[in-house]
């Protein structure tokens, strides 16, 4: 029986190759390049529109676990990222374009998928799969909010600008990775308290892009992807206690520790371009040149990509979505990534893998997957579709959603440590005897 993917991001991607890899015939489709998002910018596979991190890769942080959790689960995506990474620390990033175009080629290759360029504007009949990410279409939006008979919910997202690398004055910025971890892997922009409020009360008086009443909403924000002028809304401080905070990282010109620092991140294999760390906003483009080229090492940037804010739309999963991302009220259909609320690429991989698998095993005959909420993708599957529904927001991969440890440990790092011990012991275990 053939089984349908709509939507080709990490979850489609991954979702396409997991029922693949189980010897049923998928069709993949994906509707750019004909139809466009306002934040992508090709019609490749597994596009990131936001930053090329996805996130630590130590296996005693959240994220980090779970990337370890869907290696062993044989995840494409993790694969593509690894042979794509980058220097990033103790993070896995990636050049984004040659990340996007591998994932787009064994794809391709796949014997069992098929890659359709088209706009899906209602839901298919028979196994589907509908992972349409945070910008799904105005069309299809309608048809799911139909069947479903629940409002969608919506929150802004941010993109963080990108500059080239030799635009940078290196005699003022220089290369480190806090507290020495990886290879001098991030180009640090110092700031004094006078460089920094200078670039605070500019940042706080820029031109915006206007929003719609709805979006000004303090609560349409993701908190985990503020814009940097809403955080200056907050307080002049917030950006200093948050993505400019200078701890673990030292001046080498100075010696002593900046009041302030930005970070810019590399964002492709050759090392030319380089995303400033935390740094999503709306503003206006003119302004962002005018403002970020206050930042100390900045003052001749080249913009290579401009930020910008874009919809990221999410249903309501509990009332709607077991733990293995199949819809309550139809068998056989779907759902995976940032619309299910598994926020964060690889909780969208995550999710992608779980509705991938359970599609083909439902096609198959056989018992869904529910990996153990003791591992780190169990445990976010279960609260997608277990949260209290009133004020379900989307949810990034935290320890805070894995049940606690018996007897309890009260170290912190200790207390990481064997939640991923547990989680990797629980998933070896169970692929073992249910996989």
Known sequence: MLVKVVGGGLAGSEAAWQIAERDLDVVLYEM??????????????AELVCSNSLGSDLPDRASGLLKHELRALDS???????????????????????FAAEVTQRIGAHPHIRLVRQEITSIPDGP??????????????????ELMGEDYLYFYDALAPIVAVDSIDM???????????????????????????????????????PLRDFEREPDRFFE??????????????????????????????????????????????AGTL?????????????????????????????FVRYGQMHR????????????????RARPGLFFAGQITGAEGYVGSVGSGWVAGVNA????????????????????????????????????????????PLSPPVRNRRKRYQAYAQRALADLHAYISTCL
């Open 32 to 45: 750019r390049p004909g139809q466009m998002t306002p934040a992508h910018v090709s019609d490749r596979l």
């Open 76 to 98: 494409l995506v993790l694969a593509c990222a690894d042979e794509t990474q980058v220097p990033a620390g103790g993070a896995l990033a990636v050049d984004r374009e040659r």
């Open 128 to 145: 589907v799969v509908i992972a349409t990410g945070p910008l799904t279409s105005d069309a299809l939006a309608a048809q799911i909010a």
């Open 171 to 209: 005699s003022i910025a220089f290369r480190a990775s806090r507290y020495g971890k990886g290879d001098a892997d991030y180009i640090n922009c110092p700031m004094t308290k006078e460089a920094y409020d200078r670039f605070v009360d500019a940042l706080a008086g820029a031109e915006r892009i």
């Open 224 to 269: 985990g992807c503020l814009a940097v002028e809403v955080m200056v809304d907050r307080g002049r401080d917030t950006l200093a206690y948050g993505p400019l905070r200078p701890v673990g990282l030292t001046d080498p010109r100075t010696g002593q520790r900046p009041y302030a620092v930005v970070q810019l991140r590399q964002d492709n294999l």
């Open 274 to 302: 380089y995303n400033m760390v935390g740094f999503q906003t709306n503003l206006r483009y003119g302004e962002q040149e005018r403002v970020f080229r206050l930042i100390p090492g900045l003052e001749q940037a080249e």
């Open 312 to 327: 990221n739309t999410f249903i309501n999963a509990p009332l709607l979505l077991a733990p293995s991302m199949e819809f």
């Open 360 to 403: 083909a095993r439902q096609v198959l005959g056989e018992e869904p997957v529910v990996l153990p909420p003791t591992t780190m993708l169990g445990a976010l599957c279960h609260y997608v579709s277990h949260a209290e529904p009133d004020k379900f927001q989307p949810m990034k991969a935290n320890f805070g959603l894995m049940p």
